[in-house]
């Protein structure tokens, strides 16, 4: 059974910086890319940033900068370090896990972390 656990989520204030992680089981996690995505109150998911099997990232315009996306395959784990956090970051965070293998997809997310950016 494939299972996406994050954490690290909270309340911080703007300016202030978390660390997100996303332990992943039941995958070949080296195979696969990793995402991060947020879903806001009221508005569609949207990518935060992603990270291929070979360790290229891209990001959202909206994050780069300040955003990192990190992975340790040795523990299964997906980190995004946010620093200079600003209250429009404020959404739910989902880990992605994607790998596209002879004409098939296996696409899984996790449940999600709140971050809330607030003074």
């Known amino acids: 059974q494939v299972q996406l656990v994050e954490s690290g989520g909270g309340l911080v204030q703007p300016g202030g910086s978390l660390r997100l992680s996303c332990a992943a089981s039941?995958?070949?996690?080296?195979?696969?890319?990793m995402g991060w995505y947020r879903q806001a109150p009221g508005k569609q998911r949207e990518l935060v940033a992603t990270i291929t099997s070979g360790g290229s990232t891209n990001y959202a315009d909206s994050v780069k900068g300040r955003f990192t996306i990190s992975r340790d395959n040795a523990k299964n784990t997906v980190y995004l370090q946010m620093n200079s956090l600003k209250p429009e970051d404020t959404a739910v965070y989902y880990c992605?896990?994607?790998?596209?293998?002879?004409?098939?997809?296996?696409?899984?997310w996790g449940q999600g972390t709140q971050v809330t950016v607030s003074s």
């Open positions: 039941g995958i070949s996690f080296s195979a696969y890319a």
């Open positions: 992605n896990a994607n790998l596209r293998l002879f004409g098939g997809e296996y696409n899984y």
